[in-house]
Structures are given as C-alpha cells and as structure tokens.
C-alpha cells in the first residue's frame, strides 16, 4: 500500500450515511420486499452495509459487470459476466452500484433490467462523479456527490487492489 491515499470519507462517514440511505429505501418502499441488486465487484461492502441498514424483507441478487479493465477510466464498453440467478419480474429493485462515473454502465443496467419487467427499478450507488457523465441516467440514492477524481477503497478498485480498505480515499499515482 505504498500508493498515495489522500482520505476522503472515513469509515464512520460512510456508516452514517449508508444507514440513512436505509432508512430512506424503507421508506419509499413501505412493506414491500425490496430486491437490492448489487453489481459485481465493487459494491459488494457498500451492499453488505445497505442490506443491514434497510429495516424489513430485501432479496439480495448478484449482476457480474465488467466495464472497467484495470485502468483508471473507463473503456465505455459493458459486459455482463454474471446474469442474476432468478427472476426480478413484479419486485421492487434496486440496483447497487459503487460509483457512477460516465452513466455508460448504468444506462445500459437499467435498459437490461427494466424489459424484465421488475415492479419499480431504482440506483443506488455510494459515489456520485457527475462531472465525467456521459448520458442522462438519473440516479435515485446517492451516498456523496465527488469531483472528477480517481478514488479506491471501500469496494472500489485499481486493478483489483485497495477494495478491502474500510474508507474511501482518492488515488494519487
Ligand atoms: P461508468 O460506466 O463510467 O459510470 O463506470 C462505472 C464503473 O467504473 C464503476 O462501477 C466502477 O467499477 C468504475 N469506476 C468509475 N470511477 C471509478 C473510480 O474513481 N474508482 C474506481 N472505479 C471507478
């Protein structure tokens, strides 16, 4: 980890945020099992953070998505590398993604994932760039809003690494 790290929202920031965002889900959603789809493999400690934070019945589900390749911006390219396990028809979802960056991979999620005919389809994504998008996407639950910049940690990566870290912090080469 010798890489420079400058910190940007420590662990306790993000706690407190992400358990409001649970609060707020329950609360657009009352009574209803919530689908929360979380979008492989960044999201997954936001989604273990979410899950617990949502009071009442979620569903987890699984998309593997790859559209970054390593590097440190995006390749515009969507794959899905791993489908969702079972149907979401009449569910109320919502997909969990890490970062929204250029909108290119949650405009093409949202697209795939709405003729299946879900109930309702919402984004929740911890980080918000909106200064790089690309296309209009409109995201629903936003942890924080952040500048153009390359960050890592708390599930995000640079070529696999830094996702364990427990905060997010920005990467400076
Ligand atoms: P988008 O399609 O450009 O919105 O990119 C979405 C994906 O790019 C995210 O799910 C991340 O995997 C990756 N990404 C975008 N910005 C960053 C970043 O600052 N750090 C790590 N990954 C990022």
């Known amino acids: 980890m010798s890489a420079n790290l400058k910190v940007l929202f420590p ?7 992400v358990a409001e965002l649970g609060i ?5 959603h009352p009574g209803e099992t919530i689908t929360l789809i979380a979008v492989l493999k960044g999201s997954v400690l936001f989604l273990a ?9 979620v569903r987890l589900e699984f998309l593997g998505v790859a559209s970054y390749h390593g590097g440190t911006s995006s390749s515009g ?3 899905i590398t791993q489908d969702l396990r079972a149907s979401i028809e009449g569910q109320a979802c ?4 890490d970062i929204v960056d ?12 709405a003729v299946r005919g879900p109930r309702s389809l919402k984004v929740a994504c911890l980080l918000d760039k909106p200064g790089n998008r690309e296309t209009d996407v409109q995201v629903d639950y936003v942890g924080f809003t952040i500048p153009d910049e390359f960050v890592v940690g708390y599930g995000l990566d640079l070529g696999e690494l830094y996702r364990n870290l427990p ?4 990467y400076q080469p």
Request: aromatic content about 4%; overall charge negative.
């Open 77 to 79: 390219a969507v794959q």
């Open 94 to 97: 919502v997909i969990v993604e």
């Open 11 to 17: 662990a306790e920031q993000i706690a407190s945020r």
């Open 24 to 28: 707020q889900l329950r609360a657009d």
């Open 167 to 170: 905060f997010v912090a920005v």
């Open 102 to 113: 250029t909108g290119l991979t949650m405009d093409y999620l949202l697209r795939t994932l």
């Open 49 to 57: 953070d979410l899950a617990r934070a949502v009071p009442g019945d």
